[in-house]
């Protein structure tokens, strides 16, 4: 029996000795700042001349690390590698393979500090959702841990005196996961061990920009036993080894997190079949969103304006989560803007390898020009509260902004922003809030904050999103606690965290047997 499990405690750092602890580790990491590292296929360490540079998104000139990039003959290697280990790894007992995850998480939970760390650094996190990034990291690996222990015996189904049935489910193939950027570790590490503790192997393709700390997950799952070719660590570009791999006859299955655009052109790609194929290949693909936050007139305004503010600037908006449009009733409408841009005005902004600053940079030169443009057009759409502003000579500064005023049609409240930009819009009752809070081509995550018992059994009905809150912001979802996955252009809703996530990579098998 494995022991019961809730979730990973998060680190308090107003307490000073967590704090004190951090820094050591931020300074210990800074030593290693800059090194080289490897592809990882089959084991073997390969250098390549063309690296991927990791660069600290708070401060530019400093160099995370130089990651080796894949080409198309190296990920034709490590496809290579992945189906020769396939052959003997779908046999391994799920035992064992459950077994590497719980020491991994062992080992990440023993090396916290350090790891949140690395994540401060590769993703400029702050301090608080580095933590919430390894600590949902470590929540993965034990629950898919037990996930997989509970499936492996299979489902009951009937029997009848002539027969003997069995029913159970054995693992696809190779599969090419891709991950993106934003929870750096998290759905790196869990979109990688989920296809391989079900008895797959995996094809890791990191983000480009943030490498570095899948090598570091690497080295944890070796150190846990993972035998050499289950996972494959190959970064490279999207472009040229993504397509190479989703097209890719020997795939048996891609999971992909991160844009609407990339996932749904490897949705198309991956539905084409190529010659000496012999499946179709299944795709999950969790993309982004356009999340809303309603508050309707009978509601805890206080809540409602920390709700909005914590789920619209928690890194800086970079969660596929995040806040990005408030739709407030309009007898409420001024009361909870003025009190949210209050809010907004206390938050604190800096190179979080430096201190525990609320907000950090945004992650890169490409998301700083494409928020500020979008912060352009909602000049233009609506009305600037608070921010407006950026600062990108060090790092990829944002000032943490609210428009007002918006037309639910609005550019800045139909696109993904993925920053640090919500927009207002004022709804004259509750039906009227949840028809704008649906008005998107999106459907991940959304709030209501009320105490309407009503309206809530009514957005329970027709707010059309698959991870909906009640009064509590639309961010911060806990592995077993909230599975996690959107509905429309969100995704397959795949819910990672969930009870059904390890049947994406899994295919039912029925034994009947005469006696
Ligand atoms: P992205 O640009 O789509 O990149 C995601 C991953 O796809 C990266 O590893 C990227 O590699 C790779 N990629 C790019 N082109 C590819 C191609 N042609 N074939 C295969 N792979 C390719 O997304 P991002 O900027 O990293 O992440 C932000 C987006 O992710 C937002 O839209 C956010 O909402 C979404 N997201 C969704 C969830 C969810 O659970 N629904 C969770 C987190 C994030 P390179 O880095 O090399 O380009
Ligand atoms: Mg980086």
């Given at each position: 029996m494995v022991q019961p499990y809730r979730h990973e405690p998060f680190t308090d750092f107003s307490i000073e000795e967590n704090a004190k602890d951090l820094e050591a580790a931020l300074r210990q990491v800074e030593k290693e700042l800059g090194q080289e590292y490897p592809l990882i296929i089959g084991g073997e360490r390969i250098y390549t001349d063309k690296k991927i540079t990791s660069i600290n998104p708070a401060k530019k000139d400093e160099v995370v690390g130089y990651v080796s990039k894949a080409d198309q003959e190296l990920a034709e290697k490590a496809m290579q590698v992945a189906d020769e280990t396939f052959e003997w790894w779908r046999k391994s007992t799920p035992e064992m393979r459950a077994d590497i995850l719980f020491r991994a998480a062992a080992i990440v939970r023993r090396r916290k500090h350090e790891f949140n760390a690395?994540?401060?650094?590769?993703?400029?996190?702050?301090?608080?959702?580095?933590?919430?990034?390894?600590?949902?990291?470590?929540?993965?690996?034990?629950?898919?841990?037990?996930?997989?222990?509970?499936?492996?015996?299979?489902?009951?189904?009937?029997?009848?005196?002539?027969?003997?049935?069995?029913?159970?489910?054995?693992?696809?193939?190779?599969?090419?996961?891709?991950?993106?950027?934003?929870?750096?570790?998290?759905?790196?590490?869990?979109?990688?061990?989920?296809?391989?503790?079900?008895?797959?192997?995996?094809?890791?393709?990191?983000?480009?920009?943030?490498?570095?700390?899948?090598?570091?997950?690497?080295?944890?799952?070796?150190?846990?036993?993972?035998?050499?070719?289950?996972?494959?660590?190959?970064?490279?570009?999207?472009?040229?080894?993504?397509?190479?791999?989703?097209?890719?006859?020997?795939?048996?299955?891609?999971?992909?997190?991160?844009?609407?655009?990339?996932?749904?052109?490897?949705?198309?790609?991956?539905?084409?079949?190529?010659?000496?194929?012999?499946?179709?290949?299944?795709?999950?693909?969790?993309?982004?969103?356009?999340?809303?936050?309603?508050v309707d007139n009978e509601a805890d305004l206080e809540l409602a304006a920390e709700s909005i503010v914590q789920s619209a600037f928690g890194f800086q908006g970079q969660k596929c989560s995040a806040c990005s449009r408030a739709v407030i009733h309009e007898d409420v409408y001024d009361q909870v803007l003025e009190r949210a841009v209050e809010l907004t005005k206390e938050l604190d902004i800096g190179n979080t390898s430096e201190k525990n600053y609320y907000n950090g940079p945004v992650v890169d030169q490409g998301a700083y020009d494409k928020i500020m443009g979008y912060i352009e057009t909602g000049k233009k759409e609506g009305k600037l509260m608070v921010g407006g502003e950026g600062d990108d000579s060090e790092g990829y500064f944002i000032k943490p902004t609210i428009f007002a005023d918006l037309d639910p049609e609005a550019t800045i409240m139909q696109e993904e922003i993925f920053g640090p930009v919500v927009a207002f819009t004022k709804a004259k009752n509750f039906d009227e809030a949840i028809d704008i809070a649906n008005n998107t081509d999106y459907g991940l995550t959304g709030a209501v904050i009320s105490n309407n018992r009503n309206h809530l059994e009514i957005a329970r009905e027709d707010f059309h999103v698959g991870n909906l809150y009640f009064n509590r912001g639309c961010t911060a979802a806990i592995v077993g606690y909230h599975p996690f996955g959107g509905f429309n252009m969100s995704g397959t809703d795949s819910k990672a965290g969930g009870p059904d996530y390890l049947y994406n990579f899994l295919q039912g098998k029925t034994v009947s047997e005469m006696l």
């Amino acid at each position: 029996m494995v022991q019961p499990y809730r979730h990973e405690p998060f680190t308090d750092f107003s307490i000073e000795e967590n704090a004190k602890d951090l820094e050591a580790a931020l300074r210990q990491v800074e030593k290693e700042l800059g090194q080289e590292y490897p592809l990882i296929i089959g084991g073997e360490r390969i250098y390549t001349d063309k690296k991927i540079t990791s660069i600290n998104p708070a401060k530019k000139d400093e160099v995370v690390g130089y990651v080796s990039k894949a080409d198309q003959e190296l990920a034709e290697k490590a496809m290579q590698v992945a189906d020769e280990t396939f052959e003997w790894w779908r046999k391994s007992t799920p035992e064992m393979r459950a077994d590497i995850l719980f020491r991994a998480a062992a080992i990440v939970r023993r090396r916290k500090h350090e790891f949140n760390a690395w994540i401060i650094k590769e993703g400029g996190k702050p301090w608080k959702e580095a933590d919430a990034d390894i600590a949902e990291g470590i929540d993965f690996l034990e629950y898919y841990g037990r996930q997989m222990l509970e499936i492996a015996e299979g489902k009951e189904i009937n029997s009848r005196p002539v027969e003997n049935n069995r029913f159970t489910y054995i693992p696809l193939g190779v599969g090419l996961v891709v991950s993106p950027w934003n929870f750096l570790f998290a759905i790196m590490c869990g979109t990688a061990v989920s296809p391989m503790v079900t008895g797959n192997t995996v094809l890791l393709k990191p983000a480009s920009a943030t490498p570095v700390i899948a090598y570091k997950l690497m080295e944890v799952l070796e150190e846990a036993g993972m035998p050499a070719g289950v996972i494959n660590y190959i970064p490279g570009s999207g472009g040229e080894i993504g397509d190479y791999l989703v097209e890719h006859p020997r795939t048996r299955f891609v999971s992909f997190t991160g844009s609407r655009e990339v996932g749904t052109n490897i949705y198309e790609k991956a539905a084409k079949i190529q010659d000496g194929q012999k499946w179709l290949k299944r795709v999950v693909a969790e993309m982004g969103g356009k999340d809303t936050i309603v508050v309707d007139n009978e509601a805890d305004l206080e809540l409602a304006a920390e709700s909005i503010v914590q789920s619209a600037f928690g890194f800086q908006g970079q969660k596929c989560s995040a806040c990005s449009r408030a739709v407030i009733h309009e007898d409420v409408y001024d009361q909870v803007l003025e009190r949210a841009v209050e809010l907004t005005k206390e938050l604190d902004i800096g190179n979080t390898s430096e201190k525990n600053y609320y907000n950090g940079p945004v992650v890169d030169q490409g998301a700083y020009d494409k928020i500020m443009g979008y912060i352009e057009t909602g000049k233009k759409e609506g009305k600037l509260m608070v921010g407006g502003e950026g600062d990108d000579s060090e790092g990829y500064f944002i000032k943490p902004t609210i428009f007002a005023d918006l037309d639910p049609e609005a550019t800045i409240m139909q696109e993904e922003i993925f920053g640090p930009v919500v927009a207002f819009t004022k709804a004259k009752n509750f039906d009227e809030a949840i028809d704008i809070a649906n008005n998107t081509d999106y459907g991940l995550t959304g709030a209501v904050i009320s105490n309407n018992r009503n309206h809530l059994e009514i957005a329970r009905e027709d707010f059309h999103v698959g991870n909906l809150y009640f009064n509590r912001g639309c961010t911060a979802a806990i592995v077993g606690y909230h599975p996690f996955g959107g509905f429309n252009m969100s995704g397959t809703d795949s819910k990672a965290g969930g009870p059904d996530y390890l049947y994406n990579f899994l295919q039912g098998k029925t034994v009947s047997e005469m006696l």
